[in-house]
């Protein structure tokens, strides 16, 4: 299985900050995926194809990357946005995940 | 609109076996028809641990792998998780979720359903 290195696994930041979450894979991956979640709730697609937003996410969240090394960023970060983010491989199922970033408010 | 209900989780003993279910309703067979089963032990992150694809090709983690199996009635769209010889660290919520068409990404995910391995 590709194998999904994320970091950090915890940031506390405040509100109107900048977040960047890195994501590498143990191999090159053609894209990524990028999911939200919040505690008691499944996930929730936010960037697919390394870069694409899903209908009604906010544009402060963007996605980049290739090959082996992918970035989330949310500029402006808003209350709503405090949970869980997890990348995803899409390449070779199963698609295997990130551990994770805990986005806290500081 | 799209609805992923599970069924089947509960308390079972290690060594032992439970069947999770996955109705749906609404939901349009993509083209590559893969559904997958995604489980998140308490405080963990997300785990896939198994996928079906349309033709019935399936693809397990290694830390499934011969002990569960994924299964799906195309008749009354339900997709099943068999799990046996369940340890201690299968604990988990186990959601079941649509993979869509290129590009792939999951789409759309049940609510989940717990499962608790202990003694």
């Known amino acids: 299985d590709i194998q999904m290195t994320q970091s950090p696994s915890s940031l506390s930041t405040s509100v109107g900050d900048r977040v960047t979450i890195t994501c590498r894979a143990s191999q090159t991956i053609a894209s990524l995926n990028w999911y939200q979640q919040k505690p008691g709730k499944a996930p929730k697609i936010l960037i697919f194809?390394?870069?694409r937003l899903q209908s009604g996410v906010p544009s402060r969240f963007t996605g980049s990357g290739f090959g082996t090394d992918f970035t989330l960023t949310i500029t402006n970060l808003q209350p709503e946005d405090f949970a869980a983010y997890y990348c995803q491989q899409s390449y070779i199922p199963p698609w295997t995940f990130g551990q994770g970033t805990k986005v806290e408010i500081k | 609109e799209v609805f992923l209900v599970e069924s089947g989780g509960g308390l079972v003993q290690p060594g032992g076996s439970l069947r999770l279910s996955c109705a749906s309703s609404?939901?349009?067979?993509?083209?590559?028809?893969?559904m997958s089963w995604v489980r998140q032990a308490p405080g963990k992150g997300l785990e896939c641990v198994s996928v079906?694809?349309?033709?019935?090709?399936?693809y397990y983690a290694d830390s499934v792998k011969g002990r569960f199996t994924i299964s799906r009635d195309k008749s009354n769209n339900t997709l099943y998780l068999q799990m046996d010889s369940l340890r201690v660290e299968d604990t988990a919520v186990y959601y079941c979720a649509r993979w869509s068409g290129a590009p792939g990404h999951f789409d759309y995910w049940g609510q989940g359903t717990l499962v608790i391995v202990s003694s």
């Open positions: 079906i694809q349309r033709g019935g090709t399936t």
């Open positions: 609404g939901i349009t067979v993509t083209p590559n028809g893969y």
């Open positions: 194809a390394t870069s």
